[in-house]
């Protein structure tokens, strides 16, 4: 599991990615990750109803989707696929 909460709390505090990376012993992949998503979605600060759960599922739901056994759909690589001639 990721600690978001505590990787966004060290980046509000100035600290750097490398350094988040470090001490908390995720990849500085998964830290730009989470702050990028973070950014992105408008989190500028936490507050206590925050958990690092719930920053986990709003960051990242594709991830939860994935988790639970479902796959997201390439409506158009099926439409493409039922498309194709049969062989006689």
Known sequence: MINCRRILELY???VSQRTI???TGH???????V????KKLGIEELDDTMTNSWL?????PEK???MKG???VDRDKVHKEFQKRMPP
Do not use: I, K
């Open 27 to 33: 990849p500085r992949n998964t830290v730009s990750d």
């Open 12 to 14: 509000s505090e100035g």
């Open 21 to 23: 990376s470090s001490s």
């Open 70 to 72: 479902y796959f997201h």
């Open 56 to 60: 986990e599922t709003f960051l990242f």
């Open 35 to 38: 702050v990028r998503s973070a």
């Open 64 to 66: 939860q989707t994935l």
